[in-house]
């Protein structure tokens, strides 16, 4: 599928699969069979564009403590709990929320994590610049702000400098879902969406392809779309 070059490494090329809503547990495992790979120089650096189902997320340096409301509550409401590797804390996931995990090798990049995650934040703002949103970051927490309103969040883990995880750009999801933590663990601030901020829902398929193409701008890659279809890749195409 992928052209090499002499050298031994990939072209700089991205490959780009938008998979539609994925359960969280199936995405986990996809990702880390595609870092495997990508580790192992068997593929090129990946996209996975997708949703999820309700879900939330606690990261290496989160806690129960900034879920406000009870296991019973969120099972109740169909909320799943994953307690995962990656960075940060508290994280909500849903319908309507745009998730991007970029498993791409840093090798090349020079091994800079901290320009790796202020690249993801501008491709970010760029994105929502095209949508006439202006977005801004925060110099001391990761992550993309309206005011003092987090619109995407940020949350990695990278192992032989090949990442995993990456960014959830609220399109339209409920924002109620939000009020159950302090997003990214902070309790003086709350999260918004873009159909909040403009007053309509874009379409997730014009958002997605923004994304796209600003990754390409600010990573400098060609962003190849895959022809497979989301469940042919989910059940290990790759």
């Known amino acids: 599928m992928f052209r090499i070059e002499e050298k031994g490494d990939f072209i700089k090329t991205c490959v780009v699969y938008r998979l539609g809503i994925v359960e969280y547990g ?23 564009l997708l949703e999820h189902p309700p879900t939330l997320t606690i990261g290496r340096s989160g806690s129960m403590e900034n879920v406000l409301v009870s296991k019973e509550k969120l099972a109740d409401e ?19 929320q745009l998730v991007g995990y970029p498993i791409m090798d840093l090798s090349s990049r ?3 994590i901290q320009r790796y995650v202020r690249d993801i934040e501008e491709v ?31 949350g990695l883990s990278i192992r032989r400098w090949v990442t995993m995880h990456g960014f959830a750009l609220n399109v339209n999801p409920n924002l109620e879902h939000f009020s159950y933590i302090n997003p990214c663990g902070f309790p003086d601030r709350r999260a918004t969406s873009m159909a ?4 309509h829902t874009p379409s997730m398929d014009e958002v997605m392809n923004s994304v796209i193409n600003k ?3 600010v990573f400098g890659m060609t962003m190849q779309a895959c022809s497979e279809k989301g469940g042919e890749i989910i059940d290990g195409m790759v």
């Open 124 to 154: 970010l703002i760029r994105t929502l610049k095209d949508f006439s949103i202006s977005a801004s970051r925060d110099e001391n927490h990761a992550g993309v702000w309206v005011g003092d309103k987090e619109i995407a969040a940020i």
């Open 26 to 48: 199936e995405a986990y495992e996809l990702q880390k069979r595609l870092h495997r790979k990508r580790m192992n120089g068997e593929i090129p650096d990946t996209l996975l």
């Open 196 to 199: 909040q901020v403009l007053g």
């Open 215 to 217: 990754c390409s701008e």
């Open 110 to 112: 020079g091994k800079d």
């Open 78 to 96: 169909g909320i799943s709990l994953f307690f995962i590797e990656r960075g940060g804390d508290v994280t909500f996931h849903g319908p309507g």
